[in-house]
């Protein structure tokens, strides 16, 4: 037998009784542990649902401070189209600056969380009492998949970029007649 993944312990014990006979019981450490592994499940849902909602919240942010902008900058956004600016090159001048403000903000994040579970992962921070009794490990180790963080990244920034399209549309139709009348 060679196993060399270690996901592959429940192939393995079942193999065994298979080639040793009936005689003998296998248990793998998937079964043995899997009220943990389901509870580690449950934390990263958790913890996945509060992270969506931090970038909604970020988003929504987004949102006003654009929204904010376009009505503080109509008297601008009216002579740049007076001067020739078309509607769609104000629209992204609008969605550049949301798409910079989400980008930073994300990279921030991101770094933020690296470094913070490195951190904790290498220092073993979050301990959890008793677990060494129950389980062969007494600390909550964590684990950077890089395919993960990249997906949060690319879905942060993608609703940034959401984000940015109502306020660059509602710059783009501004008439610059009317802006500059009641502007």
Known sequence: LAFDDINAAPEAAASIPRILGE???????TTMNRTLFEALFLEKMAVSITIGLIVMVAALNIVASLVLLVME????????????????????????????????????GATAGVVISWVMNRYQLLRVPG?????????????????????????????????????????????????????
């Not at 956004?77 to 994300?106: D, E, H, N, P, W």
């Open 73 to 108: 900058k109509t008297p601008d956004i009216a002579i740049l189209k007076t001067m020739g600016a078309t509607s769609r090159s104000v629209m992204y001048i609008f969605m550049l600056q949301g798409l910079i403000i989400g980008s930073i903000g994300t990279a921030i």
């Open 23 to 29: 005689r003998y019981v296998t248990q793998d450490w």
């Open 131 to 183: 677990m060494g009794e129950v389980y062969q490990i007494s600390y909550v180790p964590f684990t950077l998949r890089p395919l993960e963080l990249a997906i949060v990244i690319f879905v942060a920034v993608l609703i940034c970029f959401l984000a940015t399209l109502y306020p660059s549309r509602q710059a783009a139709k501004l008439k610059p007649v009317e802006a500059l009348r009641y502007g």
